[in-house]
């Protein structure tokens, strides 16, 4: 398939993380672009301010007369979709050329240098941080989250190098050639999907072993390649670590030289891993180690990812996308190393019925470290119940008392009962959206103007 010779784009689960910013830069090349997603988001909002044409009824009148033309229309979608989708069974039934988000992104970067960044957690921040770096080489990013510094998931360059992040979600990073890439993690998760942790394990070395130039990892994972760790030996090593007023200071050896004093905003030694990670994928490439360190210092992060929605002397709010315990754990880790004083409240809405079954001992263990917490229902995303997983269940797990169950609707007044100065709300479902409504109702507050 020539994409010069594909008029129409025609996205089912447009407004997805990963959908929309490929949706964006075929915009971006001239393609006529439009969509169906369930529901209206900011992400959406955004796409439609770009002429996108979006709609969010599952019908066939509501598809455009002109993506109606198979020879010149391309359908791309989300495995998430319904298998009674009436659009995508339009589609299928009526021969159109139809690919997975995790296929066209295979097609778009095979003809480029391609940085992969894989991984269970990480990912999104370190492949943010790469396109960060790489924007100066006019590299184009597909990022799974916003980055701050462009309020966008694709850094739009040229189309000679490419930086994505690699999903292992339905084995999606498999449909990749990449020349550098970097696996962060390997944590068991998606075993809805992969049914064991070792099914998981081997598609990443699966992964690995399409890299045809250099892999990097991080030391103790069981892939071979570069390895980096923070005060460790390693290929790339981070040591001299200190925090100077919220800014990460430390020091980088490389296998063949070092620099000192690079500054890095983002708070936690996961997200130091993170740009230790970022700063090999470039190093390998190519970039200035100089260079590297100037961008580390003007990198702002990715939205959700310890996002500050309120930060006064008095409160403080966060928002994280931490839905696997791990994350969980790198959050409050950060949060204790930020305000080690503080009483920490957690809202926690978890994500999928499958991953609360799998991991409930350990999101009970992680949750259990802070010093409330605030449960949501399970979000289903793309499941259907499973008898006996709910958050009741997880919440009598939890091991310290001050739990309890909440609703959306009354969020706001428990944030505002609680004696807990800092408030991290976590999730992968429509928490997102809702720490909007509650940042903007906890601003109208005397107590927490900023």
């Known amino acids: 398939m020539n994409l010069k010779n594909i008029h129409n784009v025609y996205f089912i689960g447009i407004g997805g ?40 009824e599952d019908a066939l009148k509501k598809i455009p007369i002109s993506f109606l033309n198979k020879e010149k229309t391309l359908v791309v979608y989300t495995p998430a979709i319904p298998k009674n989708h009436t659009q995508f069974n339009y589609f299928l039934d009526n021969n159109f050329i139809i690919l997975k988000r995790a296929e066209i992104l295979g097609k778009i970067t095979e003809t480029t240098f391609c940085l992969a960044v894989a991984g269970t957690h990480g990912k999104t921040t370190t492949s943010s941080i790469l396109g960060h770096i790489m924007a100066k080489e006019k590299a184009t990013s597909f990022l799974g989250g916003i980055a701050e510094n462009y309020n966008s998931n694709l850094i739009l360059g040229e189309d000679k190098i490419a930086v994505v992040e690699a999903d292992e979600f339905d084995r999606s990073f498999l449909q990749l050639s990449p020349n550098i890439a970097c696996v962060t993690s390997m944590d068991a998760d998606h075993l809805d999907i992969y049914g064991k942790a070792e099914a998981l394990e081997e598609s990443f070395f699966a992964f690995a ?175 259907l119940p499973i008898k006996g997983v709910t958050s009741e269940w997880l919440l009598d797990k939890i091991s310290h008392p001050e739990k309890k169950m909440t609703q959306k609707n009354n969020i706001i007044k428990d944030i505002k009962n609680s004696s807990s100065k800092i408030v991290v709300m976590l999730g992968a479902g429509d928490i997102g959206v809702l720490i909007n409504k509650v940042t903007k109702e906890l601003l109208k507050t005397t107590a927490y103007e900023v």
Do not use: C, W
């Not at 993380?17 to 090349?29: E, L």
């Not at 393609?31 to 044409?53: C, F, H, M, N, R």
């Not at 210092?297 to 966060?318: E, H, M, N």
């Open 209 to 383: 072993n399409k890299v045809s130039n250099t892999l990097i990892v991080a030391k103790g994972l069981p892939l071979k390649g570069l390895t980096y760790a923070i005060n460790d030996e390693a290929d790339y090593k981070a040591f001299n670590l200190k925090i100077d007023k919220g800014i990460y200071i430390f020091d980088v050896q490389t296998p063949s030289s070092e620099i000192k004093n690079i500054e890095f905003h983002l708070p936690g030694k996961h997200n130091v891993m993170n740009a230790l990670a970022a700063f090999a994928m470039a190093d390998v490439y190519g970039i200035s180690l100089q260079v590297i360190k100037n961008r580390l210092s003007t990198f702002k992060g990715v939205k959700r990812r310890f996002s500050y929605k309120i930060k006064t002397d008095d409160f403080v709010l966060i928002d994280d996308y931490a839905h696997h315990p791990t994350e969980i754990n790198a959050v409050e880790n950060s949060v204790r190393e930020m305000y080690p004083n503080e009483k920490v409240l957690v809202v926690f809405q978890p994500h999928l019925f499958s991953r609360t079954q799998d991991f409930v001992e350990d999101f009970a263990r992680a949750l259990s470290k802070f010093d409330e917490v605030l449960l949501l229902d399970i979000y289903p995303a793309r499941e």
């Open 17 to 56: 993380i990963g959908m929309s910013a490929i949706a964006r830069y075929f915009a971006a090349n001239g393609k006529i672009v439009a969509g169906y997603d369930k529901t209206p988001s900011k992400i959406t909002e955004d796409l439609q301010g770009l002429d996108i044409e979006i709609h969010f």
